[in-house]
């Protein structure tokens, strides 16, 4: 995924948190719980924690979520091709989620670091 994709995937900053509902989780993505649901079904990568027939999604589902749907709606590619696409070559996958996660971090440390300059 080039680079400038990857810091619009990361826009929104996800809240810490170990477990987030559906409804954080498609808040966080801008999108319906169904397309949650429907993906889980689509993408095995997708693999939310179920307890008390509840969904609980984790900050790598998230990740994961905005991904595809950055594949989708603005790459353009199909279903098909973004789970051909997710299923490529590990090394780089893993490669890239780790720079994502990195500039997440980062992009969540400035903001602490901003809202304790004001206070």
């Known amino acids: 995924m080039p680079e400038t994709d990857q810091n619009n995937v ?17 808040g966080l993505c801008d999108l319906k719980a169904h397309v ?18 509840r969904r609980y999604y ?4 998230v990740i994961l979520i905005r991904r595809i749907k950055s594949l989708l709606y603005e ?9 051909q696409f997710l299923s490529g070559d590990h090394h780089q996958d893993d490669q890239t989620r780790y720079k994502q996660l990195l500039r997440q971090t980062i992009a969540e440390l ?10």
């Open 58 to 61: 984790q900050r790598q589902d």
């Open 75 to 83: 790459q353009g590619y199909t279903l098909t091709g973004a789970k």
């Open 10 to 26: 990361a826009e929104t900053t996800i809240p810490g948190k170990r477990y987030f509902t559906i409804g954080e989780v498609a």
């Open 110 to 119: 400035e903001e602490l670091l901003t809202v304790t300059r004001r206070g």
């Open 36 to 53: 949650l649901r429907y993906w889980e079904k689509e993408f095995e990568q997708i693999a939310p924690v179920k307890r008390n027939n």
